[in-house]
């Protein structure tokens, strides 16, 4: 067998390490008043951001901006002791089915992709609390929570290009009219298994398991399983 070496990093593997290396500086930041420690966390910063810039060359959907205005960004960012521990932003997402077993799907405004509902976690808000209000602001759906379905890591998935964790909910309508949110949906509606739209986010990620959901059959918690080894391996395993 030819030994090949080792496997070009790809734009997940640049953008999780410029993510994380940004991250262990701004956290550093907000715990150290030492100027020599400062300094080199602002170099980190530095660095991490010159990685995040050159994953933008390897395909859309990456960093948007150049390596000074990430390190503006992420000093903009820094906060002071445990508020200034950097930690992914959450989502919260909705499987919601009505009676005819179909799935609520929205179409983004900003995009024009489909997916089921979802929405930054509020503060004041437990996620299922989140969920509902969700659902409702978007769609005009009244609905209840049954129990989570996923924990998912939005950049190990490939559709963030953000450190971002999503807590996925299976939800059961109770009422409302479809009616799409003014500013955040371009459209919203229901679907039938097979028939979901051409442009749905990831379906083979999620759709089976959201259906049986709504089909009220038993499903495993999803999630994340660490990889071997966390740093070097395949970003997608």
Known sequence: MTDTGPTPP??????RWAEAL?????????FTEVLYERERFEEVLRVAADIGA???LLGPGAARFDADTLVQEWMASVGEGVPGYVTPKTT???????????????????????LYPTGW????????EVVVKEVLEETGIHCEVVRPVAILDGMRLGFTGIPLY???FHCRMTGGELKAH???????????????PEDTILPDAWADDAFRAIREE??????DPPREPVWHGDAQA
């Open 218 to 223: 038993a499903v495993d918690v999803r999630f």
């Open 182 to 196: 003014p500013l955040e949906c371009r459209d919203v509606g229901f679907f039938a298994e097979g028939d979901l």
């Open 10 to 15: 790809s734009q997940l593997d640049l953008l």
């Open 92 to 114: 919260v997402g909705a499987v919601v089915g009505n009676d005819d077993g179909e799935l609520l799907l929205v179409q983004r405004a900003e995009s024009g992709l489909w």
């Open 22 to 30: 940004a991250g262990i500086a701004r956290t550093g930041l907000g």
């Open 121 to 128: 976690a509020d503060v004041g808000y437990s996620p299922a």
């Open 54 to 56: 050159h994953a933008a």
């Open 166 to 168: 999503s807590l996925v």
